[in-house]
């Protein structure tokens, strides 16, 4: 039997899934590219995608901008969920703190990295 209504789940589930993956792509490619340039501004060149199709001053290039744009889909759909999953089962004062920890030592490096520029 045909039915309308399956139809229209599957067709509002990948409507979901192809603007996620457009967004993802668009949010990863706008982070290369203010990253990028900002760099390049430095006289730094932290990566280059010359050598790939369809690339903006090397910085940014479409199939790189798809894959992010799919690894992104994928990966917040099954392990993220899953790691929020098993996160929400430790005690909050415990996440809380292991968060400060994790957020003091991204700063740390990430200013140790900016010194050796």
Request: aromatic residues 18%; positive net charge.
């Given at each position: 039997?045909?039915?309308?209504?399956?139809?229209?789940?599957?067709?509002?589930?990948?409507?979901r899934?192809?603007?996620?993956?457009?967004?993802?792509?668009?949010?990863?490619?706008?982070?290369?590219?203010?990253?990028?340039v900002?760099?390049?501004?430095?006289?730094?060149?932290?990566?280059?995608?010359?050598?790939?199709?369809?690339?903006?001053?090397?910085?940014?290039?479409?199939?790189?901008?798809?894959?992010?744009?799919?690894?992104?889909?994928?990966?917040?759909?099954?392990?993220?969920?899953?790691?929020?999953?098993?996160?929400?089962?430790?005690?909050?004062?415990?996440?809380?703190?292991?968060?400060?920890?994790?957020?003091?030592?991204?700063?740390?490096?990430?200013?140790?990295?900016?010194?050796?520029?």
């Amino acid at each position: 039997t045909y039915s309308r209504k399956g139809d229209s789940v599957w067709l509002e589930r990948f409507m979901r899934y192809l603007i996620y993956f457009l967004l993802a792509a668009t949010f990863a490619t706008v982070g290369e590219l203010v990253i990028g340039v900002i760099f390049q501004g430095l006289g730094r060149e932290l990566w280059s995608y010359s050598a790939y199709p369809h690339n903006y001053k090397g910085v940014i290039c479409l199939p790189v901008s798809v894959f992010w744009g799919a690894l992104l889909t994928v990966v917040m759909r099954y392990p993220f969920s899953w790691l929020i999953q098993g996160l929400e089962k430790i005690p909050r004062s415990i996440r809380w703190t292991v968060s400060v920890l994790f957020a003091v030592a991204l700063s740390v490096d990430f200013f140790l990295c900016l010194t050796r520029l």
